[in-house]
Nanobody, 115 residues
């Protein structure tokens, strides 16, 4: 059974930082592409960042230079360091794993940025 468990969300003031974590089990983590998505209030889920099994990263333009995705294969965990947070970053953040042609999602963690 595949499980993705996010943590690290919370309430922060604009300009602050948070680090999200997503611990994976039930997959060969080192062979998986891991990503972060977010769903702002009243909007659709959108891509934020991803990191491949080889360590290549990609970001949506809105977070480039502020967010950094990384992975620790020994811990089967993907992280996203979020700096210089803005109110428009407020959303539920979801972890996604792509493994063996299948996509798996975590339950999400709320990030709220106050102005």
């Amino acid at each position: 059974q595949v499980q993705l468990v996010e943590s690290g969300g919370g309430l922060v003031q604009a300009g602050g930082s948070l680090r999200l974590s997503c611990a994976a089990s039930g997959i060969i983590f080192s062979s998986s592409t891991m990503g972060w998505y977010r769903q702002p209030p009243g909007k659709q889920r959108e891509f934020v960042a991803q990191i491949t099994s080889g360590g290549s990263t990609g970001y949506v333009e809105a977070v480039k230079g502020r967010f950094t995705i990384s992975r620790d294969n020994a811990k089967s965990t993907v992280y996203m360091q979020m700096n210089s947070l803005k109110p428009e970053d407020t959303a539920v953040y979801f972890c996604r794993a792509v493994y063996n042609g299948h996509r798996y999602w975590g339950q999400g963690t709320q990030v709220t940025v106050s102005s």
